[in-house]
């Protein structure tokens, strides 16, 4: 009788339906994660600088991973979206900036940025001080208001009003040179704040004098630029500056002082000096790629929107005056890239593939103005784009127990990062670096730009996690100090790997794609024509 009830019992279990399938739990290991790491930043891959050698190790070594995984090629016809790329260089001895009839050299009190074109270039205009040089009424600011700035060169305080929300501020700040254009300008001058002298000191900008500028150039074959009308632009030391406001109804300092007051917007007026540029630019050309791969979503009705998760494979190549010049970018951007591939991972090997299909990219160029991000912006690979977790240095140097979740509080993908982070015993902090406009600084901001809801999480300052992260800033970011001998926390990347696959997860899985809110500013501004949630 035992052995019949047993034979029932499996029959029955044969012969009853199916249970739907669960997504099984992944796991994150840190040997994992650091074996990711420490391939992408051995010194064997140069420091991983766009369009070289080191670079293309890199972007073989994550299309292999995403093989491995059973992803699929969303490339141009494999692994590989090509970037081509036009970079200009500015010739030193033949470019300045001459104000009132005194002259100064690039790199000599004034710093001038390459223009999107080759040959030599030169322009007389007169000046117009523009505040903040901002145009959004959107936001309460319209620095252009009364002023007739038509054919002539603006010049601009750098960064933004103390009282905006660090986020919209950087994104304003990051649309100046637009905003000049549609107001009828010809070129920008940016004027050093006290803040900005202080927390960055001219020598620091100098020493990026020399430094190419590198756009990407479209399917027309023109390089692209955001503002093609601005003919010219410089970064203007105090000397300079001073030299701009002689005779003018406010003087700088008063100016300065009064842009050190929280909420406060000096008003522009026309200057008394005007500007000579002599400019002289020189063109080249290189290609590198996206790698990008897609797991193709489960759900018919769903699996026609897109999830981007991207991270950025570049770093800064071989330079520097030590004797170790390899910048290998362990934790700028190795760490995210490995946190890609390990979400990856856990999608693919789940039991059951997310709801909407899930894009993965790893980047190029991101350190040379998110210009892949970009490119991939404008040419998709995807369905419709719904949604963008990006990946991008998360500080590893601790166990941290708060996040900064960039954007999250704009779009429905906040709830989601609530709810992840709450899973994992993290809690959830304000940007605590307001003045380093981080917002604006990552890959996923090229999307945001194109009205997509993105977030982006930095590792905050919790459990002496501010020491750590302002620490590495002040001393590794940046520099070939940032390797794997650096003590990192390898549980630590496989927590941000897990508290990522989360978020991403949930937004592949959830039955509405996210969507800004209706008060959000960017929802305003950058989505106007889509569909907007109620907080």
């Known amino acids: 009788m035992r052995r019949f009830l047993l034979a029932s019992a499996a029959v029955s279990l044969l012969l009853s339906p199916a249970a739907p399938a669960q ?16 391939f992408l930043a051995d010194d064997r891959l140069e420091g991983r600088d766009a369009g070289t050698r080191g670079f293309d190790i890199g972007a073989l070594y994550v299309a292999s991973q995403f093989e491995s995984l059973g992803l699929k090629p969303a490339g141009d016809g494999g692994w590989y979206q090509k970037v081509p790329f036009a970079q200009f260089t500015i010739d030193g001895p033949a470019t300045a900036v001459s104000v009132g009839g005194r002259r100064f050299a690039h790199g000599e009190g004034v710093v001038v940025s390459p223009a999107a074109e080759a040959g030599s270039q030169t322009i007389n205009a007169p000046v117009v001080f523009a505040g903040y040089g901002i145009d959004a009424p959107e936001a309460g600011i319209d620095d ?46 940016t004027l050093r704040t006290n803040a900005e002298t202080k927390n960055r000191p ?38 300079a500056a001073e030299a701009l406001f002689a005779g003018a109804r406010t003087p700088l300092g008063k100016v300065l002082a009064e842009a050190d007051r929280a909420g406060a917007r000096p008003k522009g007026f026309a200057l008394k000096q005007s500007v ?7 063109r080249g050309e290189t290609v590198s790629e996206n790698v990008v791969a897609m797991l193709p979503g489960s759900d018919p009705a769903l699996a026609g929107e897109t999830v981007l998760l991207m991270a950025h494979l570049d770093h800064l190549g071989i330079h520097g005056d ?4 390899i910048n290998n970018g362990a ?15 856990a999608m693919s090997q789940s039991g059951e593939r997310p709801k909407r299909s899930i894009l993965f990219a790893a980047v190029t160029a991101e350190e040379d103005g998110l210009l892949g991000a970009q490119y991939l912006a404008n040419n998709p690979v995807a369905p419709k784009m719904v949604g963008v977790v990006n990946l991008d240095m998360p500080v590893l140097l601790y166990d941290f127990q708060d996040v900064i979740a960039f954007g999250a509080e704009h779009s429905t993908m906040g709830p989601i990062v609530a709810s992840a982070a ?3 015993g993290v809690t959830l902090s304000p940007d605590p670096l307001p003045e380093e406009g981080l917002f604006t600084r990552s890959d996923h901001y090229r999307f945001v730009q194109k009205g997509v809801p993105s977030v982006f999480l930095m590792t905050g300052f919790a459990n002496g996690g501010k020491e750590k992260f302002t620490g590495f800033l002040a001393n590794t970011y940046h520099g070939p100090k940032d390797d794997v001998q650096q003590p ?15 978020i991403a997860r949930e937004l592949a899985d959830a039955p509405q794609a996210p969507l800004w809110y209706a008060d959000s500013f960017f929802g305003k501004t950058v989505a106007t024509e889509q569909p907007k949630a109620q907080r």
Do not use: C
């Open 422 to 424: 709450r899973k994992m």
């Open 23 to 38: 997504p099984s739990e992944p796991s994150f290991t840190p040997e994992r994660f650091r074996a990711h790491v420490a």
């Open 144 to 189: 252009y208001k009364g002023l007739d700035v038509r054919g002539k060169i603006v010049a601009v305080l750098g960064g933004y009003p103390k009282n905006l929300p660090s986020d919209v501020g950087a994104h304003l700040n990051s649309e100046k040179r637009r905003m000049a254009e549609q107001n009828g300008a010809i070129g920008i001058i």
């Open 202 to 239: 001219w020598a620091r900008v100098v020493a990026r004098a020399g430094e190419p500028m590198m756009t990407w150039i479209g399917k027309d074959g023109a390089a692209y630029s955001p503002a093609p009308g601005i003919r010219f632009r410089a970064t203007f030391d105090s000397a």
């Open 488 to 502: 990192i926390n390898w549980d630590a990347g496989a927590k941000f790997a897990r508290i990522n696959y989360l």
């Open 331 to 345: 934790m700028d951007n190795a760490t995210g890239v490995a946190t890609m591939i390990e979400v990856a991972r």
């Open 276 to 282: 000579r540029f002599e400019q002289a630019n020189t």
């Open 322 to 325: 030590g004797e170790d010049k």
